[in-house]
T-cell receptor, first 112, second 117 residues
Framework: GQNIDQPTEMTATEGAIVQINCTYQ??????LFWYQQHAGEAPTFLSY????GLEEKGRFSSFLSRSKGYSYLLLKELQMKDSASYLC?????????????FGPGTRLSVLP | EPEVTQTPSHQVTQMGQEVILRCVPI?????FYWYRQILGQKVEFLVS????????KSEIFDDQFSVERPDGSNFTLKIRSTKLEDSAMYFC???????????????FGPGTRLLVL
């Protein structure tokens, strides 16, 4: 089966750092993606990991451990506009197919 | 910046009717996808499409659904005999991904909100 777990909600303060965790069990693995989704809008791409380690992109970083089936998204210098849902998604690598499995999303609230 | 577009933005239909949701992917992209998101729930993969055929489909994508690329720019999702539970936001996405499983990401359209009454 395929399962992706994320915390349902998180709260943090403007200017702080927050880490959003994601654990997965999938039948195949060909990359893990993080998306941001504001209420009523489409997901937008934040980061991609296929090898173990940390990928940094401005205020956002993402980490992957394939052996542990674990990733996290790190958001630094939080801003009010970062209040959104953060979706962890795994690309299942079967048959070179492009099948993405999404987690339930973590709703982040940034408080002043 | 190129973007994925979708029409209509909202669609209201009666149960049992057929609907066609339209998408124009980014022009140099090779893979196309449909997802749905029922209000308050997670994004669910429906189908991926490459080289004029379905590449992958989920359990949700049964005989009620079909996809088509009728010309060089449009990518459509047809839902036959709609049911109340088909009410959701439907997102189209496209990517440059090659069949070698490259790192290219998906770019999502703004979505079509479908309401079945």
């Amino acid at each position: 089966g395929q399962n992706i777990d994320q915390p349902t909600e998180m709260t943090a303060t403007e200017g702080a750092i927050v880490q959003i965790n994601c654990t997965y069990q999938t039948s195949g693995f060909n990359g893990l993606f993080w998306y941001q989704q504001h209420a009523g809008e489409a997901p937008t791409f934040l980061s991609y990991n296929v090898l173990d380690g940390l990928e940094e992109k401005g205020r956002f970083s993402s980490f992957l451990s394939r052996s542990k089936g674990y990733s996290y998204l790190l958001l630094k210098e939080l801003q009010m506009k970062d209040s959104a849902s953060y979706l962890c998604a795994v690309r299942d690598g079967r048959n070179y197919g492009q099948n993405f499995v999404f987690g339930p999303g973590t709703r982040l609230s940034v408080l002043p | 910046e190129p973007e994925v577009t979708q029409t209509p933005s909202h669609q209201v239909t009666q149960m049992g009717q057929e609907v066609i949701l339209r998408c124009v992917p980014i022009s140099n992209h090779l893979y196309f996808y449909w997802y749905r998101q029922i209000l308050g729930q997670k994004v669910e993969f429906l189908v991926s499409f490459y080289n004029n055929e379905i590449s992958e489909k989920s359990e949700i994508f049964d005989d009620q659904f079909s996809v088509e690329r009728p010309d060089g720019s449009n990518f459509t999702l047809k839902i036959r005999s709609t049911k109340l539970e088909d009410s959701a936001m439907y997102f189209c996405a496209s990517s440059e991904a090659r069949r070698t499983g490259g790192a290219e990401t998906q770019y999502f359209g703004p979505g079509t909100r479908l309401l079945v009454l």
